[in-house]
């Protein structure tokens, strides 16, 4: 019996490459970009990973020398990577059908290739995908191939370490010595699921390397660490036990949060906050098509001892399950009315919907106001209308989106070139000297 075959693709270096896309000038050059406030570095380019940066590092601990180095740094611009990550799972269901692809992240996709085999050679189907990529959207890939995730996903950073793999190693079509080599030569930090404070622990068993992982004794292992290091074993033995999602299964809650730029005290702004957040939760809901029948509102308290904030939380069922973001927003402020404090700083704020259930399935019961819900649901189509028409900033309800004191600290973000009318590229003679300058 055929084995299956999986396919890890992931765009390199995502955030940066994405700010390259629409500034070339940023090309060959040491680029980060910061997490939420601008605290962390969460994206580095090949350069900057040449001068010992490192993920996760605190930036206001490296800022000086950085910047003394040449590096350049931006914020998050999530809606412009939100963008581009659309258009790139979109150019993958061009290629594969949407039951064969697993998004693991905003920039990762997992493929189930078993049935593409017999009708394509995959390495050249697999290089024709990353070319159709870097033409399309121009964001530069990497594809591992292997008979399990965790094989692909170990495939995946080898194509990245690797040159002479021109982006895509399969390491079902590898040679025994070959593979060997490989992993021999990687550290077993860089398995799936192992990190490095479970491979400190590994050294003890004197497990070094990738190798020796795979050829370790997994029952043994699987006692002393848990069930889950004796799966990797056998995933990286080419035994699949990780699945593919089914991608039509539903999220069972729906979370929206983010800190804030500094701590604030006003009762309004961070009403301005809860709003913002419930209409990115909502989002999600009307995509997934669900209804909510119990809304989350949590409220972070500055502290001045570790871990510097304490969490406030309040639930409210619903009197019937609903989509109708009106309602939504009037509950999700009740809550905030009943947790703030006055002469209190807080430093977050989120916002979770559960008890989800699919709106289809839905049956109103005796005393469902059938009438006033569908009214309301004419009213919240007519909303999407809008604003798919005419941009998600064209109509909001109860804020004003001009309002910066609640939002993040984004210094260095670049423009949203795709979703922002004001915003967009604009092509003149400098533009063009930078493009035919590349």
């Known amino acids: 019996m055929n084995k299956q075959i999986f396919a890890l693709i992931d765009i390199n270096n995502c955030y940066v490459s994405c700010e390259r896309v629409f500034n070339p000038s940023l090309n060959n050059k040491p680029v980060v970009v910061l997490s939420n406030n601008d605290g962390c570095v969460v994206s580095r380019s090949n350069e900057a990973k040449a001068l010992n940066i490192n993920m996760a590092v605190p930036w206001y601990e490296i800022e000086k020398e950085a910047t003394q ?33 697993e998004a693991y992240s ?49 495939a995946n950073h080898f194509a990245k370490k690797r040159q002479g793999f021109k982006g895509v190693c399969d390491l079902t079509q590898l040679d025994l010595c070959s593979l060997e080599g490989l992993l021999l030569e990687t550290h077993v930090a860089e398995v799936w699921g192992v990190g490095r404070k479970t491979s400190k622990q590994l050294q003890a068993y004197n497990i070094q390397n990738c190798y020796d992982l795979t050829f370790a004794n997994e029952h043994h292992l699987a006692r002393e660490f848990s069930v889950v290091i004796g799966r990797t074993i056998r995933e990286l033995k080419g035994q699949s036990c990780i699945a593919l999602d089914d991608p039509t299964i539903p999220s069972k809650r729906i979370l929206s949060s983010r800190s804030f730029a500094s701590a604030l005290n006003n009762i309004e702004i961070i009403k301005q906050a809860i709003i913002f957040h419930v209409n990115r939760a909502h989002q999600r809901l009307s995509k997934q098509q669900q209804l909510c029948a119990f809304v989350h509102v949590s409220l972070y308290e500055k502290t001045t001892k570790p871990p510097y904030k304490k969490s406030h939380r309040y639930v409210i069922g619903l009197e019937y399950a609903t989509d109708d973001l009106l309602i939504l927003i009037k509950k999700s402020l009740q809550q905030i009315d009943v947790l703030f404090k006055e002469n209190t700083k807080y430093v977050k704020v989120a916002v979770m919907f559960s008890a989800l259930y699919p709106k289809c399935q839905h049956i109103d019961d005796l005393w469902h106001p059938v009438q006033l819900v569908q009214q309301r649901e004419q009213l919240m189509n007519t909303l999407s209308s809008m604003k798919e028409r005419f941009g998600g900033d064209c109509i909001q309800i109860g804020y004003s989106s001009a309002s910066t004191a609640w939002k993040m600290r984004q210094q260095n973000r670049s423009p949203r070139y795709t979703t922002c009318w004001g915003e967009m590229l604009c092509i003149d003679d400098s533009h063009m000297a930078v493009i035919q300058n590349k």
């Open 69 to 101: 180095a040449g590096v350049i740094a931006y914020s998050s611009n999530y809606t412009l990577y939100g963008d581009l990550s659309d258009r790139f799972f979109k150019i993958l269901e061009v290629f594969f059908k949407p039951e064969d692809l």
């Open 106 to 154: 905003i920039d990762e996709c997992f493929i189930h290739l078993s049935s593409y085999r017999d009708v394509f050679n995959l390495h050249e189907y697999c290089q024709k995908l990353i070319d159709t990529i870097q033409k399309w959207i121009g964001l530069p890939c990497s594809i591992g191939i292997g008979y399990s995730k965790t094989q692909a996903k170990l």
